[in-house]
């Protein structure tokens, strides 16, 4: 994220998340929206994880993507933090490892719009509760 320098960087930011929290709360359909999981454990954290959120956030808030993007704890793959989970609507969620700012942006332009995979997805080897 950038240095806050002004009242309008604040009001840039306050717009950007009201919008990303508008979006996930007034959603009647979560299921047909694409989402997007960030583990932000401490591993996660340690690694990268919050420039990763930070990342995808602006991304879909300049594109105005209805792509809904929530964090979440620890996904059992340290190895590979920082790690995001995609789900498309309809199908299973995949699970990226080794995130950095750059492979989040490839992951929404290649893997979201045009259906592209990415190398570093970790199997799916866990079960959904």
Do not use: W
């Not at 930011?13 to 007034?26: D, F, M, V």
């Not at 989040?104 to 045009?114: C, F, G, L, P, T």
């Amino acid at each position: 994220m950038n240095k806050i320098t002004s009242i309008d960087d604040l009001r840039k930011i306050k717009q950007l998340l009201e919008s990303q929290l508008r979006l996930r709360e007034k959603s009647d359909d979560p299921e047909s929206l694409v989402q997007i999981k960030v583990a932000m454990a401490t591993c996660g954290l340690a690694a990268g994880a919050r420039t990763v959120m930070n990342t995808l956030m602006e991304k879909t808030a300049d594109e105005k993507l209805p792509i809904v993007i929530t964090q979440t704890g620890c996904m059992g793959y340290c190895h590979a933090e920082p790690t995001v989970e995609v789900r498309l609507p309809g199908e299973e969620p995949v699970v990226f490892g080794r995130v950095d700012a750059k492979r989040a942006v490839d992951i929404i332009e290649k893997y979201i719009k045009r259906g592209e995979l990415l190398d570093d997805i970790i199997p799916q080897n866990y079960e959904r509760i």
